[in-house]
């Protein structure tokens, strides 16, 4: 939600912003801006996405090696060319970034009002450079202090970065709620919303803390202090990430790729952490923890979008195997219905970026209550990461389509050896079942590669015959109930058809009247235990001439003559199922995007990473 990105050293900024904005545009496309320092302070923004910002300034001669790029998702203000950051002080003196909300914007506006600053945008951002430019003003302050006691009196959340034009010799950052990263170069610097625009000039950096104040000088240490004033050491991280991952290798979109990168990714996600041949399942995070986890009276799962519906999926998979009561909250709802939170509850936080607001304060919340909080996550270093108490990540590598694929099946993947785990510790299934579902598992990575090539054709084709369906009915029972959840939000998120996802059995209670010859339902019929059940089902859409595509186990010879279109998967436990069945729910909605001439790693009004509430 917003990107940042600012340099400063030896180097041209403009072509490291730039950059650093093409790979941060996941998180905001509604307008892009630079401000390059050189003497004077110039400011580029244009509305839409750096593409656009780039075609304006080309042919300008863009020299300086200072400066701050914003990329934005908007929340105060219309995205246009006005509310795009950088945002300007009054005396054209100071430009900041920021990425996400100050909630005491208008009181601050108004005393600000009162001391005759004038206001040219809709943004709680450029009221904030004006607040530093106030306190700048009246005690003559370095730019970093003007900066440390503006902070004081902000109430809200905020990533920034902040260029004073007079003091070209620094560069200051703060956190709070909203990521920041620091990279540290050989006589330069970087600050980024994430690691990925930093990653291809340094692999060392610092994670910002909330209430951190980075001073990045043009030569000479980092200065970290806290916004009461305290200095801080800084703590190095060494980055372990390919710049290949950050690149769509030939593919059209990222989504694809992440897409067919999932056999990898569930393979890198089990590495040292399941052994069928030895019969043991390992998370290392969980090992300090594991008795407290195992003997807990409840599970609580946390999350947002995505994230939700592999918690969902850890519900059927912890209760069925572990015995373990699990209840599944989307973190939003939970912060604010006063939940009842008991010391043996262990909360589990899922989470792909790490930074989703609702899901940081469900933590929070929860924390605060005793609970032991424990996260699962993809980005590495990340908020969620450094809060909870333990946790494991998924290894899925740097997700940048905006509709989440390859981090859902690390997460069902992370949960499915969590559930493993415990059923083993727990006694609570048979050692031949907990051995075969092992041996099943391992497999899995294959049946994903084997599924994608024998599918991809006729998936394609499936997307040709039901594109221009303005709605679509997505049905499941049990384990592929959230598996139908997730088909639906994926196609809604990135080719704007209206799609529910419903368990099978509940449809005649509803959604069965909106059935005609025109809406597709998307059928996932790989249960064994409910098989019969789903066939009747499915007779009940073909009786209101539904269109049904039936995503079936291969060799199905019951279901299949009554779809319209099958696709097969490999058979597998029913427990692994949803690791192969979301997939083809993937690809079709990615070609059924593709069709409608949809950008599908950007899709409309939506964002990677959440920060804001
Ligand atoms: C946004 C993204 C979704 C994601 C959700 C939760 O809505 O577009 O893809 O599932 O946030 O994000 P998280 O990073 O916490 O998994």
């Known amino acids: 939600m917003c990107g940042i990105v600012a340099y400063i050293g030896e180097k041209e900024a403009y072509p490291i912003l730039i950059n650093g904005l093409r790979r941060l545009e996941y998180r905001g496309y509604d307008s892009a801006g630079v401000a390059i320092l050189n003497g004077e302070l110039n400011i580029y923004k244009k509305k839409g996405k750096v593409l656009d910002l780039e075609r304006v300034v080309n042919g300008m001669k863009l020299e300086g090696n200072i400066g701050i790029g914003h990329t934005r998702w908007a929340t105060h203000g219309k995205p246009d060319d006005v509310n795009a950051h950088p945002h300007l002080s009054g005396n054209h003196r100071i430009t900041l970034v920021h990425n996400g909300i100050i909630e005491n914007y ?36 370095p730019i970093e202090e003007a900066v440390r006691i503006a902070l004081t009196k902000v109430v809200g959340a905020y990533a920034i970065v902040v260029l004073d034009r007079d003091d070209p010799g620094k560069l200051v950052g703060a956190r709070k709620a909203s990521p920041l990263v620091v990279g540290i170069g050989e006589g330069e610097y ?63 979109y990222f989504m694809l790729k992440e897409i067919n990168e999932q056999s990898q990714t569930i393979a890198d996600c089990m590495r040292g952490r399941l052994n069928a041949a030895e019969g043991w399942v390992r998370l290392g995070g969980m090992e300090q923890y594991a008795n407290r986890i195992a003997q807990a009276d409840r599970l609580i799962i946390v999350a947002c979008g995505t994230s939700w519906h592999s918690g969902l999926i850890a519900e059927y998979l912890i209760e069925d195997l572990a015995r373990i009561p699990v209840e599944v909250e989307y973190a939003s709802e939970f912060r ?80 499915t050896l969590m559930a493993l785990n415990l059923a083993y510790r727990r006694g609570t299934i048979a050692k031949s079942y907990y051995q075969q579902l092992l041996n099943e598992f391992e497999k899995i990575p294959q049946k994903v590669a084997d599924l994608l090539t024998r599918s991809k054709d006729k998936i394609e084709y499936i997307a040709g015959e039901v594109k221009d369906a303005p709605n679509a009915l997505y049905l499941g029972r049990g384990y592929n109930f959230p598996v139908a959840l997730e088909g639906a939000l994926k196609l809604k998120e990135i080719s704007y058809i209206h799609a529910e996802g419903y368990p099978a059995a509940e449809m005649k209670h509803g959604p069965i009247a909106l059935i005609d010859e025109n809406m597709p339902v998307l059928v996932v019929t790989t249960n064994k235990s409910a098989y019969e059940k789903i066939a009747s ?62 950008n599908v790693d950007q899709p409309r009004n939506l964002a990677k990473s959440v920060t804001v509430e």
């Open 106 to 141: 208008a009181l601050l506006k108004a005393a600000l009002e009162k001391e005759g600053h004038v206001f040219e945008t809709e943004t709680d951002t450029e009221v904030l450079v004006h607040l530093i430019e106030e306190i700048q003003r009246q005690d003559d302050l």
């Open 190 to 252: 970087f600050l980024a919303s994430d690691a990925t625009p930093i990653i291809e000039h340094t692999k060392k950096v610092v994670y910002l803390n909330d209430e951190e104040i980075a001073v990045l000088p043009r030569q000479g240490e980092l200065q970290i202090k806290t916004i009461s004033n305290e200095v801080q050491t800084p703590f190095i991280h060494e980055l372990d990430m390919e710049i290949e991952r950050l690149e769509k290798g030939g593919y059209d």
């Open 336 to 415: 604010y219905r006063n939940p009842i939170i008991r010391e043996n509850d262990v909360v589990i936080a899922i989470s792909q970026s790490g930074e989703t607001a609702d899901t940081l304060a469900a933590i929070e919340l929860a924390k605060e209550k005793g609970a032991l909080v424990y996260g699962i996550v993809n980005v590495v270093g990340s908020s969620i990461a450094r809060l909870t108490d333990a946790g494991s990540y998924i290894h899925a590598g740097p997700e940048i389509g905006v509709a989440s694929t390859k981090a859902f099946t690390g997460q069902v993947t992370l949960l």
């Open 537 to 598: 089902n499915i007779q009940e859409v073909k009786a209101r001439k539904g269109i049904v595509i039936a995503v079936v186990t291969e060799g199905d010879e019951i279901i299949a003559p009554m779809a319209d279109y099958t696709i097969e998967i490999p058979d597998t436990e029913e427990p692994l199922t949803p690791l192969l069945s979301v997939v083809p729910l993937q690809l079709l909605s990615y070609h059924i995007a593709v069709m409608r001439g949809c």
